[in-house]
């Protein structure tokens, strides 16, 4: 192995002085958003370029030394943190947004543009750009498409897969593939970027990526539901997806964790009294849809309550409620943070069930519970037990599997689910997994850590 002096003088060869080493300023690129995952680094090198992303991986493969892909680093599950000393490859610089093409209804961001600048420049255009999470401002699009993001509006416009029309990547060999026409029907082969996206950093480095985009309806009402159970809130959700075509989010939360985001934030509750369950809801189109919101909630059962705002600051604040969560939870200690999915028949037992079997591992331990009611995705956050305490996430993750539901929906498996991974994927489905990373990454050096659990000796 290199001494780090090695490793840093032919990194500079490639990116000048683009190469960070002092501990001070490396130090927020070696631990994640929860601080539950923390690591070490030689250095963060920062390419301006394709080319310059190319020319460090093949110095990094002639050197035998590993590399983590790293966007804004808002992952949860460890898969962008260097914990075992590799190089950390910052995308950073690389921020370039082509002009919006008005008549495809595409853009081409570089992969260290972040969500909102992709949101603001669709906007600029009459376009939307529809993945939308709460870490917009720092969540970028390449670490999106590392982990196939979904986001608020999956529900009605698909995850980033579906959202990608093509993409630039360099793979582990340090070739360059590159495909951003932007062609909606070509089916000349692979389809590539449809593979590179959600493969976490370990087939290739995305580099930049065609997006597809939709239009950005004028008119917007939000909603906030109470219920007085998981059951009836999920029932409700399925009435309205029933009723209402203008449907674009409905996501769940509970009483405990909006009471955190309220004491956390200063906000008052939606409602003078608590109720156990909610749902937000957003319907967006070309005419007002007020009316049909309130069409379609009021044939919702067992509703105990309900707040429109159709205002943009105050729809804003009612989506606080829900996207405060993660920011709330992160106060109380590094959380465990757990995205699965669930089957819709399973997702309400499944909720009431978990915070009960993770008492039963830890009695000390408390269950935060929210997330997506349209598509099944519920994010399980665990905070008390230390950080490499991994029994709670043994406990969720086996409850998960045996309702056949995913052990990971948006963050990844990353470090901290690889070792379950068999629990969603077979035995000839990892090798696959297996043979794919090889031709593409045949040295093993991009995010070597991340995703794939170490092959049986």
Known sequence: MPSHRTVVARLREVVGNHVVTDPEVIAPFAR?????????????????????????????????????????????????????????????????????????????????????????????????????????????????????AGGTHVLHHGDTRAQLLGMEAVLGTGAVVSHLGGLVKDNTGYHLPGLVCGSEGTLAVVTAARLRLVPDLPWRTVAVLAFASVADALGGSAVLRRSLPSLEAVELFLAPGLELVCTVTGMSPPFPEAHPAYLLVEAADRVDPTEAVAEAVGAVGRLAGSVVATESSRRAELWRYREAHTEAINTLGPPHKLDVTLPLGALAEFVDRVPVEVHAVDPTARTWLFGHAGDGNVHVNVTGPAPGDERVDETVLRLVAGYGGSISAEHGIGAAKRRWLHLARSDSEIAAFRAIKRALDPDGILNPNALLPPEPS
């Open 32 to 148: 994640d958003w929860t601080n539950r995952f923390r690591g070490q680094t030689p250095a963060v090198v920062r390419p301006g370029s394709t080319g310059e992303v190319a020319g460090v991986v093949r110095a990094c493969r002639e050197l035998g030394v590993a590399l983590v892909p790293q966007g804004g680093n808002t992952g949860l599950v460890g898969g962008g943190v260097p914990l075992h000393g590799e190089v950390v490859l910052s995308l950073g610089r690389l921020t370039s947004v082509d002009e919006v093409d008005t008549v495809a209804g595409q853009l081409t961001a570089g992969a260290g543009v972040a969500l909102g600048t992709v949101q603001q420049a669709a906007g600029a255009a009459g376009w939307r750009y529809a993945v939308d999470l709460a870490s917009r401002g720092s969540a970028t699009v390449g670490g999106t498409v590392a982990t196939n």
